[in-house]
């Protein structure tokens, strides 16, 4: 069964890099990203040394880290699952000798594996020539900085898996995943630092899942964190990952069972 799903995991990385102009416009969009909210992020520092306890250099590096993990974590599994749903592809998943949601797993980690090395490296790479990132060198921050950046990649796939499950019970659930997009950028930390909130809502992010996505990983390499932090935020990602699955494989098991496909 693990060779199904590495081979899974091989056959997307193929697919994704033969479309090879989504390759070269994926590094001009995510460092135009970087570009953008580098400059906006300075004009905020000014001459100001450090904002709640970030200095400009580490927020340029962290915007870059989070930006290229982005490039990742990000996959169109709620799309995928919500679309094969609605035309009834889903139904022929079903009778296949394999777990349905462990296929999609793979698949999304086929497609986060080659953005991060055709993407995130190369990207990265770039956008070390153009703005002042201050990166650490090879280390162990490296090591828990992918630990907790592959825990992100599962739980967001976890969230994208569970929105796109809610097709069998909305028909069209286009608008729910576009919303859901906007929340994980916005409460993951991804367009502000999880620092940069107000406390109060510092303190209810503690209780969802969205800084397990982005703003962790990215700190532990753009700030750095006592290890004492970073055994402390590993723990909180797994415990995120293993309560995600509960729901998912309780809506997995209702919602087959009513399954309805739209079209013929």
């Not at 033969?18 to 135009?32: H, K, T």
């Not at 086929?110 to 070390?128: H, K, W």
């Not at 992100?152 to 097709?167: D, E, P």
């Amino acid at each position: 069964m693990l060779n199904t799903y590495l081979e899974l995991i091989r056959i997307r990385f193929l697919m994704m890099l033969a479309y090879r102009v989504n390759y070269y416009s994926g590094i001009i969009i995510y460092s135009l990203n970087i570009g953008v909210y580098y400059f906006l992020w300075m004009a905020i520092y000014g001459d100001a040394g450090s904002i709640r306890d970030m200095t400009a250099v580490q927020m340029a590096t962290y915007i870059a880290v989070a930006w290229m993990s982005r490039a990742f974590y990000f996959n169109n599994l709620d799309r995928e699952i919500a679309r094969e749903i609605r035309d009834g592809t889903v139904a022929v998943q079903l009778i296949r000798p394999y777990h349905y949601l462990g296929v999609k797993m793979a698949q999304g980690f086929g497609e986060g594996l080659f953005r991060l090395l055709l993407f995130s490296v190369p990207g990265m790479a770039v956008v070390s020539l153009v703005f002042p990132i201050e990166l650490p060198g090879i280390g162990e921050r490296w090591l828990w900085f992918v630990v907790s950046l592959l825990i992100g990649f599962v739980i967001n796939s976890q969230i994208n898996m569970f929105t796109g499950l809610m097709a069998f019970y909305i028909m069209n659930n286009e608008g729910l995943i576009r919303a859901k997009r906007v929340i994980v950028d916005l409460l993951s930390g991804l367009i502000l630092p999880i620092s940069f909130y107000p406390e109060w809502a510092q303190r209810i992010l503690t209780y969802l899942p969205f800084q397990a996505i982005s703003y962790q990983p990215s700190t532990i390499l753009a700030k750095g964190m006592a290890r004492g932090e970073i055994a402390h935020v590993l723990l909180t990602q797994w415990i995120w990952a293993v309560v995600l699955w509960i729901p998912i494989q309780l809506l997995w098991i209702h919602a087959r069972r009513r399954l309805i496909v739209q079209g013929g």
